[in-house]
């Protein structure tokens, strides 16, 4: 094989991996875990620095708080990336 042979070869294998990755990633099923609630316990945090945010969430969220997280919740930083605020800055 010549060097320009195995160079497209190379190229060929290569996108073929990037598409590959990318049909992977369209499979993904659709986001099904609830948004953060639009009521009075939450709507102050729709504008906050989603890090400032999620300190306040424990107050409420945490073993002693009105509302404590079931055993089963997957881990639980960074609240706000996996229960998202859906105002019109966060999603077009
Ligand atoms: C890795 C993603 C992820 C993170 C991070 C996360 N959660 Fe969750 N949460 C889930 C999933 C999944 C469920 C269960 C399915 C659903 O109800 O959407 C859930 C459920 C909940 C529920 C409902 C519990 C119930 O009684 O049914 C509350 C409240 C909650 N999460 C609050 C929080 C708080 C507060 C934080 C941060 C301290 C947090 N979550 C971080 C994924 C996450
Ligand atoms: C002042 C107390 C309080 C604070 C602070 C608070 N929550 Fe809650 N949260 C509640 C209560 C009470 C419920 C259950 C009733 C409801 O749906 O509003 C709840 C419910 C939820 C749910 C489940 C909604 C559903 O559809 O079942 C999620 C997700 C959640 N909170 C996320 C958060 C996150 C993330 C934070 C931090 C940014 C936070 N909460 C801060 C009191 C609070």
Known sequence: MTTRQRNLLMNGL?????AG???????????TTRPLPHDQDHERFMTMQRKEAERH????????????????????????FCHKRKDPAERP
């Open 14 to 18: 290569f996108l073929a991996a990037c």
């Open 57 to 80: 969430c424990d107050a409420c969220h945490g073993p002693q708080g009105v509302a404590p997280l079931p055993e089963t919740h997957p881990p639980k930083f960074r609240c706000l």
């Open 21 to 31: 990755i990318l049909l992977f990633l369209l499979q993904a099923p659709p986001e």
